[in-house]
């Protein structure tokens, strides 16, 4: 099991950048497949971004593409988020997930408590 806290959450204007990251608790964590999602209000939440165990693949959803860039520090245990040109749309509570399994955006198991970020225009 794991355990993920988000940090780096805010508000920010449009076209600004935020950098949003993730603890992971324990030994194994480089044995998980790391994930962000985002959940608006009134919204389903969404899948954002994934990055495979060792960093080389990542995916990403279509709204983020060229803006957003997962990452990951094995030794560290976390995973980040770096969100640039943000746009109004992008404001939602962020989740940090892990899974095992192959698929990077297939379910996920674990999940952060979730941090808010808002962008005013």
């Known amino acids: 099991q794991v355990q993920l806290v988000e940090s780096g959450g805010g508000s920010v204007q449009a076209g600004d950048s935020l950098s949003l990251s993730c603890a992971a608790s324990?030994?194994?964590?480089?044995?998980?497949?790391m994930g962000w999602f985002r959940q608006a209000p009134g919204s389903d939440r969404e899948f954002v971004a994934g990055i495979s165990r060792g960093g080389s693949s990542t995916s990403y959803a279509d709204s983020v593409k060229g803006r957003f860039t997962i990452s990951r520090d094995n030794a560290k245990n976390t995973v980040s988020l770096q969100m640039n040109s943000l746009k109004p749309e992008d404001t939602a509570v962020y989740y940090c997930a892990a899974k095992g399994g192959v698929a990077i955006t297939s379910r996920y198991d674990y999940w952060g408590q979730g941090i808010q970020v808002t962008v005013s225009s």
């Open positions: 324990g030994r194994t964590f480089g044995n998980y497949i």
